[in-house]
């Protein structure tokens, strides 16, 4: 049985992908469809907080333009606050925050490019995947 609105996490590289890289690409293909309020994005302040460190000192980005892609974000997104610290990915415990906010936010989808997450397929209700597969749910 299919819910009537997926509720989904973004992992931080999809919006790096998104926003810095080739255009019509399936992770910017993902963010159109939460735009256009296809499924519920949901995100945590820690996974904003990650994403504009990221753009500004990583990828030289200026605040002023951050700050309109957080407050973007911010518009079309649910905030999802984890009460629980979650330790299930040792290799790269940044991970772990996408994990929380899923929780947190009870969502069906984690979309992510990151290697240790996808490793995990699912987590509690969770599932998994790439940009790619996520887009695919959507085709007519």
């Known amino acids: 049985m299919r819910p009537e609105v997926f509720r989904v996490v973004l992992d931080t590289n999809v919006y790096i992908s998104a926003f810095c890289f080739t255009k019509s690409t399936p992770p910017t293909n993902v963010y159109i469809l939460a735009l256009q309020g296809r ?3 949901w995100i945590s302040t820690k996974i ?4 504009a460190d990221k753009l500004q000192n990583k990828f030289a980005w200026a605040p002023p333009q951050v700050e309109r892609v957080i407050k973007q974000i911010a518009r079309h997104a649910h905030l999802a606050e984890p009460n629980q610290q979650i330790k299930v990915i040792d290799a ?3 991970d772990n925050m996408i994990l929380e ?3 947190a936010a009870d969502a069906h989808f984690i979309v992510s490019g990151d290697k240790h997450l996808l490793a995990l397929k699912k987590f509690e209700n969770t599932t998994i995947m790439t940009p790619s597969d996520f887009i695919v749910l959507f085709r007519d």
């Open 39 to 41: 499924f519920e994005l």
């Open 48 to 51: 904003l907080l990650e994403l």
């Open 92 to 94: 790269d415990p940044s």
């Open 101 to 103: 906010c899923a929780l």
